[in-house]
């Protein structure tokens, strides 16, 4: 498309596609996050990574808590869905 603008001479093509990261290495990535959030125990929260989804099982102390965990694995990198499993129990 850009080609057809009047005055363009030459065109650079510079993008570059990263393999998409590996399942462990995603899991892995949520992980850590969850440990540096204060306001969740990961110790109670299994992670799960399948394609481009993960998914979150186990308790937690309040939806509160259950958000942190959910946005910490969205902003994982490879991450486009999050399937959201976990029991609230104060």
């Known amino acids: 498309m850009v080609r057809q603008i009047?005055?363009?001479?030459g065109v650079t093509n510079a993008i570059t596609i990263n393999p998409p990261a590996s399942p462990a290495s995603v899991r892995a990535a949520i992980e850590d996050a969850l440990r540096r959030q204060a306001e969740v125990d990961a110790r109670q929260i299994r992670v799960e990574v399948s394609g481009r989804t993960a998914k979150l099982y186990g308790h937690v102390r309040s939806m509160r808590e259950a958000s942190a965990a959910k946005s910490a694995a969205?902003?994982?990198?490879g991450v486009a869905s999050v399937e959201n499993h976990l029991v609230v129990t104060p």
């Open 74 to 77: 969205a902003a994982a990198p």
């Open 6 to 9: 009047r005055g363009v001479t």
